[in-house]
Protein backbone atom coordinates (compact mmCIF):
# COMPACT_ATOMS: atom_id res chain seq x y z
CA UNK A 1 0.00 0.00 0.00
CA UNK A 2 1.57 3.48 -0.63
CA UNK A 3 1.09 5.61 1.49
CA UNK A 4 0.43 9.12 0.87
CA UNK A 5 -0.14 12.67 3.43
CA UNK A 6 -2.08 15.26 2.40
CA UNK A 7 -1.42 18.65 4.05
CA UNK A 8 -4.63 20.70 3.88
CA UNK A 9 -8.45 19.36 3.61
CA UNK A 10 -9.84 22.37 1.48
CA UNK A 11 -11.09 21.55 -2.34
CA UNK A 12 -7.53 20.41 -3.90
CA UNK A 13 -6.74 18.02 -0.88
CA UNK A 14 -10.35 16.43 -1.70
CA UNK A 15 -10.28 16.27 -5.69
CA UNK A 16 -6.22 15.13 -5.39
CA UNK A 17 -7.42 12.43 -2.68
CA UNK A 18 -10.52 11.53 -4.66
CA UNK A 19 -8.39 10.93 -7.71
CA UNK A 20 -5.57 8.88 -6.30
CA UNK A 21 -8.00 7.27 -4.40
CA UNK A 22 -10.55 6.11 -7.19
CA UNK A 23 -7.57 5.37 -9.55
CA UNK A 24 -5.54 3.14 -7.51
CA UNK A 25 -6.79 0.42 -4.73
CA UNK A 26 -3.45 0.54 -2.95
CA UNK A 27 -3.02 4.01 -2.11
CA UNK A 28 -4.00 4.89 1.78
CA UNK A 29 -4.49 8.95 2.14
CA UNK A 30 -3.62 10.81 5.71
CA UNK A 31 -5.30 14.13 5.10
CA UNK A 32 -3.33 16.45 8.03
CA UNK A 33 -5.09 20.05 8.70
CA UNK A 34 -4.21 23.07 11.08
CA UNK A 35 -7.88 23.07 12.36
CA UNK A 36 -9.96 21.07 13.90
CA UNK A 37 -12.30 21.10 10.88
CA UNK A 38 -12.10 19.80 7.24
CA UNK A 39 -13.04 21.49 4.17
CA UNK A 40 -11.09 24.59 3.79
CA UNK A 41 -12.07 27.36 1.59
CA UNK A 42 -15.72 25.63 0.97
CA UNK A 43 -16.48 26.46 5.00
CA UNK A 44 -14.45 29.42 5.80
CA UNK A 45 -13.56 31.20 2.07
CA UNK A 46 -17.19 30.72 0.31
CA UNK A 47 -19.71 33.86 0.44
CA UNK A 48 -21.76 32.61 3.09
CA UNK A 49 -25.14 33.77 0.74
CA UNK A 50 -23.99 31.11 -1.51
CA UNK A 51 -24.87 28.05 0.30
CA UNK A 52 -25.42 25.84 -3.16
CA UNK A 53 -21.63 26.27 -3.75
CA UNK A 54 -21.07 25.14 0.03
CA UNK A 55 -22.51 22.11 -0.95
CA UNK A 56 -19.50 20.78 -2.74
CA UNK A 57 -18.65 19.94 1.19
CA UNK A 58 -21.33 17.34 1.08
CA UNK A 59 -19.21 15.17 -1.92
CA UNK A 60 -16.16 15.44 0.31
CA UNK A 61 -17.76 14.03 3.11
CA UNK A 62 -18.99 11.00 1.07
CA UNK A 63 -15.70 10.44 -0.49
CA UNK A 64 -14.09 10.56 3.34
CA UNK A 65 -16.97 7.98 4.90
CA UNK A 66 -16.55 5.61 1.79
CA UNK A 67 -12.63 5.50 2.09
CA UNK A 68 -12.47 5.62 5.85
CA UNK A 69 -14.73 2.36 6.26
CA UNK A 70 -12.41 1.02 3.58
CA UNK A 71 -9.45 1.46 5.96
CA UNK A 72 -8.04 4.12 2.92
CA UNK A 73 -8.90 7.30 4.53
CA UNK A 74 -8.10 9.07 7.33
CA UNK A 75 -8.48 12.88 8.79
CA UNK A 76 -6.00 13.73 11.13
CA UNK A 77 -6.78 17.48 12.49
CA UNK A 78 -5.91 20.20 14.69
CA UNK A 79 -2.36 18.83 13.35
CA UNK A 80 -0.14 22.17 11.86
CA UNK A 81 2.64 20.51 9.64
CA UNK A 82 6.18 22.80 10.48
CA UNK A 83 9.61 22.75 9.20
CA UNK A 84 11.04 21.29 12.45
CA UNK A 85 10.43 20.48 15.95
CA UNK A 86 12.42 23.93 16.88
CA UNK A 87 9.61 25.69 14.60
CA UNK A 88 6.64 24.75 17.57
CA UNK A 89 7.26 27.83 19.32
CA UNK A 90 6.07 30.10 16.74
CA UNK A 91 2.69 28.03 15.74
CA UNK A 92 -0.43 30.09 16.07
CA UNK A 93 -2.03 28.40 19.20
CA UNK A 94 -5.80 29.60 18.46
CA UNK A 95 -5.36 27.37 15.43
CA UNK A 96 -4.23 24.37 16.36
CA UNK A 97 -3.61 21.66 19.13
CA UNK A 98 -0.29 20.15 17.69
CA UNK A 99 2.60 20.74 15.65
CA UNK A 100 4.36 17.92 13.25
CA UNK A 101 7.93 18.17 11.88
CA UNK A 102 7.70 18.26 8.37
CA UNK A 103 10.61 15.87 7.96
CA UNK A 104 8.42 13.40 10.09
CA UNK A 105 5.85 12.99 7.13
CA UNK A 106 8.94 12.75 4.61
CA UNK A 107 10.18 9.58 6.50
CA UNK A 108 6.87 7.97 7.31
CA UNK A 109 5.17 8.43 3.64
CA UNK A 110 5.87 7.43 -0.01
CA UNK A 111 4.12 10.69 -0.86
CA UNK A 112 3.61 14.50 0.55
CA UNK A 113 0.98 16.42 -1.26
CA UNK A 114 1.17 20.15 -0.54
CA UNK A 115 -2.27 21.47 -0.68
CA UNK A 116 -3.04 23.93 1.92
CA UNK A 117 -3.97 26.91 -0.48
CA UNK A 118 -3.44 30.41 -0.13
CA UNK A 119 -3.90 32.05 3.54
CA UNK A 120 -2.57 35.39 3.29
CA UNK A 121 -4.08 38.37 1.56
CA UNK A 122 -2.00 40.58 -0.79
CA UNK A 123 -0.91 43.51 1.09
CA UNK A 124 -1.88 47.07 -0.34
CA UNK A 125 1.05 49.53 -0.28
CA UNK A 126 -0.13 53.23 1.16
CA UNK A 127 2.07 55.95 1.47
CA UNK A 128 -0.10 56.05 5.11
CA UNK A 129 -2.55 54.32 7.00
CA UNK A 130 -3.61 50.80 7.03
CA UNK A 131 -6.96 49.24 5.42
CA UNK A 132 -9.13 46.39 6.30
CA UNK A 133 -8.41 43.40 4.66
CA UNK A 134 -11.30 41.35 2.69
CA UNK A 135 -9.44 38.38 3.46
CA UNK A 136 -10.38 39.16 7.39
CA UNK A 137 -13.41 40.56 6.66
CA UNK A 138 -14.37 37.23 5.03
CA UNK A 139 -12.88 35.22 7.66
CA UNK A 140 -15.30 36.94 10.12
CA UNK A 141 -18.42 36.37 8.53
CA UNK A 142 -17.35 32.74 7.78
CA UNK A 143 -16.58 32.56 11.70
CA UNK A 144 -13.02 31.05 10.84
CA UNK A 145 -11.24 30.37 14.45
CA UNK A 146 -8.61 33.08 13.05
CA UNK A 147 -11.68 35.59 13.55
CA UNK A 148 -12.12 35.62 17.36
CA UNK A 149 -12.67 38.90 18.75
CA UNK A 150 -13.02 40.55 14.84
CA UNK A 151 -16.62 41.44 15.74
CA UNK A 152 -16.11 44.39 17.77
CA UNK A 153 -13.34 45.85 15.45
CA UNK A 154 -15.93 45.19 12.74
CA UNK A 155 -18.36 46.37 14.67
CA UNK A 156 -16.34 50.18 14.72
CA UNK A 157 -15.73 49.75 11.14
CA UNK A 158 -19.48 49.25 10.32
CA UNK A 159 -20.19 52.77 11.96
CA UNK A 160 -18.91 54.13 8.71
CA UNK A 161 -22.15 55.18 6.19
CA UNK A 162 -19.68 54.84 3.15
CA UNK A 163 -17.33 52.23 2.64
CA UNK A 164 -14.64 52.09 0.04
CA UNK A 165 -13.38 48.62 -1.40
CA UNK A 166 -10.31 48.27 -3.65
CA UNK A 167 -10.45 45.60 -6.01
CA UNK A 168 -12.53 43.89 -8.92
CA UNK A 169 -12.38 40.81 -7.93
CA UNK A 170 -15.33 38.39 -7.10
CA UNK A 171 -14.21 38.47 -3.07
CA UNK A 172 -15.05 41.97 -3.62
CA UNK A 173 -18.17 41.57 -4.82
CA UNK A 174 -18.58 39.14 -1.89
CA UNK A 175 -17.84 41.97 0.60
CA UNK A 176 -19.63 44.64 -1.02
CA UNK A 177 -22.72 42.22 -1.27
CA UNK A 178 -22.65 41.24 2.58
CA UNK A 179 -22.16 45.66 3.62
CA UNK A 180 -25.06 46.27 1.50
CA UNK A 181 -27.51 43.37 1.68
CA UNK A 182 -30.76 42.93 4.14
CA UNK A 183 -28.95 41.20 6.94
CA UNK A 184 -32.34 38.89 6.91
CA UNK A 185 -30.82 37.10 3.76
CA UNK A 186 -28.06 35.70 5.93
CA UNK A 187 -30.08 34.71 9.24
CA UNK A 188 -30.70 31.13 7.79
CA UNK A 189 -27.35 30.19 7.11
CA UNK A 190 -23.93 29.56 8.72
CA UNK A 191 -22.88 33.28 9.63
CA UNK A 192 -22.39 33.53 13.45
CA UNK A 193 -25.01 34.72 16.07
CA UNK A 194 -22.47 37.62 16.89
CA UNK A 195 -21.66 38.33 13.21
CA UNK A 196 -25.06 38.62 12.16
CA UNK A 197 -25.83 40.78 15.41
CA UNK A 198 -22.67 43.51 14.14
CA UNK A 199 -23.94 43.37 10.48
CA UNK A 200 -27.45 44.53 11.87
CA UNK A 201 -26.58 47.33 13.34
CA UNK A 202 -23.99 48.35 10.42
CA UNK A 203 -24.23 52.17 9.42
CA UNK A 204 -23.07 51.42 5.47
CA UNK A 205 -25.04 52.59 3.08
CA UNK A 206 -22.80 52.95 0.60
CA UNK A 207 -20.11 51.01 -1.02
CA UNK A 208 -17.66 52.00 -3.84
CA UNK A 209 -15.73 49.34 -5.61
CA UNK A 210 -11.98 50.81 -7.21
CA UNK A 211 -9.80 49.59 -9.89
CA UNK A 212 -5.78 50.55 -10.82
CA UNK A 213 -7.17 49.46 -14.59
CA UNK A 214 -10.18 49.48 -16.82
CA UNK A 215 -13.57 48.40 -17.12
CA UNK A 216 -12.69 45.79 -19.53
CA UNK A 217 -10.01 44.66 -17.01
CA UNK A 218 -12.65 43.61 -14.23
CA UNK A 219 -12.57 39.92 -12.80
CA UNK A 220 -15.97 40.30 -11.73
CA UNK A 221 -17.78 36.49 -12.87
CA UNK A 222 -20.99 37.15 -14.68
CA UNK A 223 -22.64 35.24 -12.04
CA UNK A 224 -21.61 37.32 -9.61
CA UNK A 225 -22.44 41.00 -10.91
CA UNK A 226 -25.68 40.04 -12.24
CA UNK A 227 -26.61 39.28 -8.24
CA UNK A 228 -25.00 42.55 -7.13
CA UNK A 229 -26.93 44.79 -9.83
CA UNK A 230 -30.21 42.96 -8.29
CA UNK A 231 -29.99 43.56 -4.54
CA UNK A 232 -33.45 44.67 -3.36
CA UNK A 233 -32.17 47.42 -1.11
CA UNK A 234 -29.26 48.76 -3.12
CA UNK A 235 -29.53 50.96 -6.31
CA UNK A 236 -26.09 49.80 -9.31
CA UNK A 237 -25.06 54.18 -9.53
CA UNK A 238 -23.59 53.45 -13.10
CA UNK A 239 -20.36 55.67 -13.79
CA UNK A 240 -20.26 58.30 -16.41
CA UNK A 241 -16.94 56.26 -18.20
CA UNK A 242 -19.35 53.35 -19.31
CA UNK A 243 -20.65 56.44 -21.66
CA UNK A 244 -17.54 56.82 -23.88
CA UNK A 245 -15.56 55.07 -26.01
CA UNK A 246 -14.43 52.28 -25.92
CA UNK A 247 -16.80 51.21 -23.35
CA UNK A 248 -20.63 52.19 -25.11
CA UNK A 249 -19.47 49.92 -28.30
CA UNK A 250 -18.01 47.20 -26.22
CA UNK A 251 -19.73 44.44 -28.24
CA UNK A 252 -18.28 45.63 -31.32
CA UNK A 253 -14.74 45.37 -29.95
CA UNK A 254 -13.07 42.68 -32.39
CA UNK A 255 -10.17 42.47 -29.91
CA UNK A 256 -12.38 42.05 -26.66
CA UNK A 257 -13.17 38.31 -25.17
CA UNK A 258 -16.14 36.92 -24.59
CA UNK A 259 -16.01 37.86 -20.64
CA UNK A 260 -15.19 41.10 -20.40
CA UNK A 261 -17.86 41.62 -23.21
CA UNK A 262 -20.50 39.80 -20.90
CA UNK A 263 -19.67 41.81 -18.00
CA UNK A 264 -20.03 45.52 -19.68
CA UNK A 265 -23.64 44.00 -21.24
CA UNK A 266 -24.72 43.74 -17.08
CA UNK A 267 -23.54 47.30 -16.18
CA UNK A 268 -25.09 48.75 -19.66
CA UNK A 269 -28.35 46.94 -19.20
CA UNK A 270 -28.47 48.25 -15.26
CA UNK A 271 -28.17 51.04 -13.34
CA UNK A 272 -30.55 53.62 -11.28
CA UNK A 273 -28.14 56.72 -11.39
CA UNK A 274 -31.40 58.46 -8.92
CA UNK A 275 -30.07 56.01 -6.29
CA UNK A 276 -34.19 55.20 -5.62
CA UNK A 277 -33.32 52.66 -2.76
CA UNK A 278 -31.76 52.90 0.81
CA UNK A 279 -28.47 52.13 -0.16
CA UNK A 280 -26.22 52.39 -3.43
CA UNK A 281 -22.82 51.08 -4.82
CA UNK A 282 -20.80 52.20 -7.32
CA UNK A 283 -18.07 50.93 -9.72
CA UNK A 284 -14.79 53.43 -10.14
CA UNK A 285 -11.75 52.99 -12.40
CA UNK A 286 -8.20 53.98 -13.24
CA UNK A 287 -7.45 55.25 -9.78
CA UNK A 288 -4.32 53.51 -7.54
CA UNK A 289 -4.53 53.46 -3.48
CA UNK A 290 -1.93 56.27 -2.28
CA UNK A 291 -2.85 56.90 0.78
CA UNK A 292 -6.00 56.89 3.64
CA UNK A 293 -6.56 60.05 5.44
CA UNK A 294 -7.40 60.50 8.98
CA UNK A 295 -9.39 63.53 10.65
CA UNK A 296 -6.75 64.83 13.14
CA UNK A 297 -9.31 65.42 16.07
CA UNK A 298 -10.43 61.66 15.95
CA UNK A 299 -7.89 59.44 13.89
CA UNK A 300 -10.86 58.17 12.42
CA UNK A 301 -10.84 57.51 8.50
CA UNK A 302 -12.01 60.50 6.42
CA UNK A 303 -10.86 58.98 2.99
CA UNK A 304 -8.63 57.77 1.12
CA UNK A 305 -6.41 59.51 -2.06
CA UNK A 306 -5.96 57.45 -5.09
CA UNK A 307 -3.52 58.59 -7.77
CA UNK A 308 -5.19 58.77 -10.89
CA UNK A 309 -3.32 56.47 -13.68
CA UNK A 310 -4.31 56.63 -17.60
CA UNK A 311 -4.40 53.60 -20.26
CA UNK A 312 -1.57 53.47 -22.56
CA UNK A 313 -4.10 53.21 -26.30
CA UNK A 314 -1.43 51.40 -27.87
CA UNK A 315 -1.71 48.29 -25.88
CA UNK A 316 -5.07 45.79 -26.43
CA UNK A 317 -7.25 45.33 -24.88
CA UNK A 318 -7.48 48.76 -23.97
CA UNK A 319 -6.85 49.50 -20.22
CA UNK A 320 -5.04 46.43 -19.61
CA UNK A 321 -1.50 48.46 -19.13
CA UNK A 322 -1.36 51.83 -17.58
CA UNK A 323 0.89 54.43 -16.57
CA UNK A 324 0.46 56.98 -13.19
CA UNK A 325 -0.66 60.70 -13.55
CA UNK A 326 1.94 62.53 -12.09
CA UNK A 327 0.76 65.08 -9.35
CA UNK A 328 -3.43 64.13 -10.16
CA UNK A 329 -4.88 62.86 -6.90
CA UNK A 330 -8.42 62.04 -5.97
CA UNK A 331 -9.49 62.27 -2.42
CA UNK A 332 -12.75 59.84 -1.99
CA UNK A 333 -14.51 60.67 1.42
CA UNK A 334 -15.17 56.88 3.01
CA UNK A 335 -15.21 56.07 6.71
CA UNK A 336 -13.86 52.52 5.59
CA UNK A 337 -11.70 50.66 3.80
CA UNK A 338 -11.01 47.39 2.62
CA UNK A 339 -8.22 46.15 0.36
CA UNK A 340 -9.72 42.95 -1.74
CA UNK A 341 -6.55 42.69 -4.24
CA UNK A 342 -6.23 38.68 -3.73
CA UNK A 343 -4.92 35.78 -1.73
CA UNK A 344 -0.58 34.79 -1.66
CA UNK A 345 0.76 31.36 -0.55
CA UNK A 346 2.80 31.14 2.45
CA UNK A 347 5.48 28.63 3.08
CA UNK A 348 4.84 26.21 5.62
CA UNK A 349 6.11 27.67 9.40
CA UNK A 350 9.95 27.34 9.11
CA UNK A 351 10.41 24.89 6.03
CA UNK A 352 12.16 26.48 2.96
CA UNK A 353 14.84 24.03 3.45
CA UNK A 354 12.71 20.77 3.08
CA UNK A 355 9.78 22.43 1.20
CA UNK A 356 10.97 24.91 -1.65
CA UNK A 357 8.71 27.85 -2.01
CA UNK A 358 9.01 30.76 -4.04
CA UNK A 359 7.93 33.89 -2.62
CA UNK A 360 7.68 36.05 -5.54
CA UNK A 361 4.70 34.13 -6.63
CA UNK A 362 3.31 32.95 -3.26
CA UNK A 363 3.67 29.32 -4.87
CA UNK A 364 5.64 26.34 -4.43
CA UNK A 365 7.63 25.44 -7.27
CA UNK A 366 6.34 22.83 -9.35
CA UNK A 367 5.58 20.97 -12.84
CA UNK A 368 2.49 19.80 -13.11
CA UNK A 369 2.24 19.34 -9.93
CA UNK A 370 5.70 18.20 -9.25
CA UNK A 371 7.37 20.21 -6.86
CA UNK A 372 11.33 20.85 -8.17
CA UNK A 373 14.11 21.55 -6.62
CA UNK A 374 14.89 25.82 -7.39
CA UNK A 375 18.19 25.33 -8.44
CA UNK A 376 18.37 22.81 -10.70
CA UNK A 377 14.61 22.62 -12.17
CA UNK A 378 14.36 18.66 -11.35
CA UNK A 379 11.58 17.37 -9.71
CA UNK A 380 12.31 16.25 -6.44
CA UNK A 381 11.18 12.60 -5.52
CA UNK A 382 7.81 11.84 -3.92
CA UNK A 383 6.95 15.57 -3.32
CA UNK A 384 4.00 17.02 -4.66
CA UNK A 385 1.91 20.41 -4.96
CA UNK A 386 -1.98 21.16 -5.80
CA UNK A 387 -4.12 23.99 -5.64
CA UNK A 388 -3.69 27.36 -5.05
CA UNK A 389 -0.18 26.78 -3.39
CA UNK A 390 0.46 24.88 -6.77
CA UNK A 391 -0.67 27.93 -9.13
CA UNK A 392 -1.70 30.91 -7.12
CA UNK A 393 -4.88 31.88 -5.59
CA UNK A 394 -6.73 32.40 -9.37
CA UNK A 395 -9.80 30.31 -10.54
CA UNK A 396 -12.96 28.86 -8.86
CA UNK A 397 -13.29 25.71 -7.20
CA UNK A 398 -14.33 23.73 -10.65
CA UNK A 399 -10.94 25.10 -11.77
CA UNK A 400 -9.14 23.88 -8.62
CA UNK A 401 -10.36 20.22 -9.57
CA UNK A 402 -8.69 20.12 -12.94
CA UNK A 403 -5.92 21.08 -11.45
CA UNK A 404 -6.31 18.47 -8.91
CA UNK A 405 -6.70 15.80 -11.36
CA UNK A 406 -3.20 16.79 -13.19
CA UNK A 407 -1.56 16.39 -9.88
CA UNK A 408 -2.90 13.45 -9.22
CA UNK A 409 -2.23 12.21 -12.97
CA UNK A 410 1.91 12.89 -12.02
CA UNK A 411 1.63 11.01 -8.89
CA UNK A 412 -0.18 8.06 -10.70
CA UNK A 413 2.50 7.89 -13.40
CA UNK A 414 5.24 8.22 -10.69
CA UNK A 415 4.02 4.82 -9.06
CA UNK A 416 3.60 3.37 -12.30
CA UNK A 417 7.52 2.63 -11.66
CA UNK A 418 7.65 2.43 -8.50
CA UNK A 419 7.07 -0.10 -5.07
CA UNK A 420 6.09 0.95 -1.79
CA UNK A 421 8.45 1.26 0.70
CA UNK A 422 8.28 -1.21 3.41
CA UNK A 423 10.10 1.31 5.57
CA UNK A 424 7.56 4.09 5.67
CA UNK A 425 5.47 3.77 8.69
CA UNK A 426 2.59 6.28 7.61
CA UNK A 427 0.49 7.66 10.86
CA UNK A 428 2.37 4.91 13.19
CA UNK A 429 5.61 6.62 12.51
CA UNK A 430 4.36 10.02 13.57
CA UNK A 431 1.58 9.00 16.43
CA UNK A 432 4.31 8.66 19.20
CA UNK A 433 5.33 12.62 18.76
CA UNK A 434 2.07 13.95 18.68
CA UNK A 435 1.48 15.40 22.12
CA UNK A 436 -1.76 14.26 22.26
CA UNK A 437 -4.87 12.87 20.43
CA UNK A 438 -5.33 14.36 16.88
CA UNK A 439 -8.86 14.99 15.51
CA UNK A 440 -10.47 12.34 13.68
CA UNK A 441 -13.08 11.97 10.66
CA UNK A 442 -15.37 10.90 13.52
CA UNK A 443 -14.93 13.37 15.50
CA UNK A 444 -15.59 16.47 13.43
CA UNK A 445 -18.71 14.44 12.68
CA UNK A 446 -19.21 15.09 16.15
CA UNK A 447 -18.92 18.80 16.05
CA UNK A 448 -20.65 19.28 12.49
CA UNK A 449 -23.61 17.00 14.53
CA UNK A 450 -23.31 19.92 17.23
CA UNK A 451 -23.22 23.08 14.81
CA UNK A 452 -26.42 21.49 12.69
CA UNK A 453 -28.39 20.55 16.19
CA UNK A 454 -27.48 24.36 17.30
CA UNK A 455 -28.82 25.59 14.20
CA UNK A 456 -31.74 24.40 14.09
CA UNK A 457 -32.64 25.67 17.35
CA UNK A 458 -32.14 28.78 15.84
CA UNK A 459 -34.22 28.44 12.24
CA UNK A 460 -30.06 28.07 10.62
CA UNK A 461 -27.89 25.77 8.86
CA UNK A 462 -25.48 25.58 11.79
CA UNK A 463 -24.32 27.85 14.32
CA UNK A 464 -20.42 27.93 13.69
CA UNK A 465 -17.96 26.77 17.07
CA UNK A 466 -15.40 29.19 16.23
CA UNK A 467 -13.22 28.33 19.59
CA UNK A 468 -11.16 26.16 18.96
CA UNK A 469 -10.97 25.30 22.40
CA UNK A 470 -15.07 24.88 22.69
CA UNK A 471 -14.53 23.37 19.37
CA UNK A 472 -12.34 20.66 21.13
CA UNK A 473 -14.54 20.17 24.09
CA UNK A 474 -17.20 19.34 22.06
CA UNK A 475 -15.55 16.36 20.03
CA UNK A 476 -13.98 14.48 22.97
CA UNK A 477 -17.18 15.40 25.23
CA UNK A 478 -18.17 11.36 24.75
CA UNK A 479 -14.57 10.18 25.41
Known amino acids: MFKVAVIGSGPAAFYT ?76 TSLSQQRLPFSLLRKNYDVVIAAYGAESAKPMPLKQGRAVSAHDFVQWVNGHPDSIGHSNMFAHHLE ?13 LDVARVLLDDVDSLRRTDVPDNVLQVLAESKVRHVRLVARRGPFQMAFTAKELREMTKLPNASYMPNALLSSEPYKSSDSLPWLDRSPKRLMQILHGSGDAKATKPKSWALDWY ?40 NEFVDMPCGLVISSLGYTGLPLPSCSKDLPFDASRGVIPNIQGRVIDPATKAPIEGLYASGWIKRGAVGVIAATMYDAVETADSILADLETATPDARKQGFAGIQGHLGGKPVSYDGWKVLDKHEREEGAKRGKLREKVVDLKSAMQIIHADK
Request: charged share 20%.
Open 17 to 92: AQHLLKSRSNVSIHMFEKLATPFGLVRFGIAADHQDAKKVANKFDELATHYQKEGRFQFIGGVEVVGSEDAAADAN
Open 287 to 326: LSPHQILQDESTKSIKAIQFQKTRPDSSVVPFGSKIDLVP
Open 160 to 172: AETAVVVGHGNVA
